[in-house]
């Protein structure tokens, strides 16, 4: 088992800036893949982020990139979002996921956190 646990969400006007951290525990070794998905109301969870723990390899979607960056420090053993130049439509919920592989589908993370909602005001 891995526990997920995001922290640093919250509300922001457009333009700015926030950072969230995503620290696991647990069986974590079984899981190197490390990723950031969101959900709007009324809208699909969708990928923003991931990052191979071994050798930092990343993937972003093309929304965000340029504006996001996704970082790890493995001694903390966590994972951070680095969100700049929000905009109104980066609102959401964002969850901090584990998996195996690097991709950008749900089904390739099997681990989830609870969220934390990040709002951008205009």
């Known amino acids: 088992q891995v526990q997920l646990a995001e922290s640093g969400g919250g509300l922001v006007q457009a333009g700015g800036s926030l950072r969230l951290s995503c620290a696991a525990s647990?069986?974590?070794?079984?899981?190197?893949?490390r990723g950031w998905f969101r959900q709007a109301p009324g809208k699909e969870r969708e990928f923003v982020a991931a990052i191979r723990w071994s050798v930092s390899s990343t993937m972003y979607a093309d929304s965000v990139k340029g504006r996001f960056t996704i970082s790890k420090d493995n001694a903390e053993n966590t994972v951070y979002l680095q969100m700049n130049s929000l905009k109104p439509e980066d609102t959401a919920v964002y969850y901090c996921?584990?998996?195996?592989?690097?991709?950008?589908?749900?089904?390739?993370?099997?681990?989830w956190g609870q969220g934390t909602q990040v709002t951008v005001s205009s």
């Open positions: 996921a584990a998996g195996a592989r690097l991709g950008l589908r749900k089904d390739d993370y099997d681990y």
């Open positions: 647990g069986r974590t070794f079984s899981r190197s893949v």
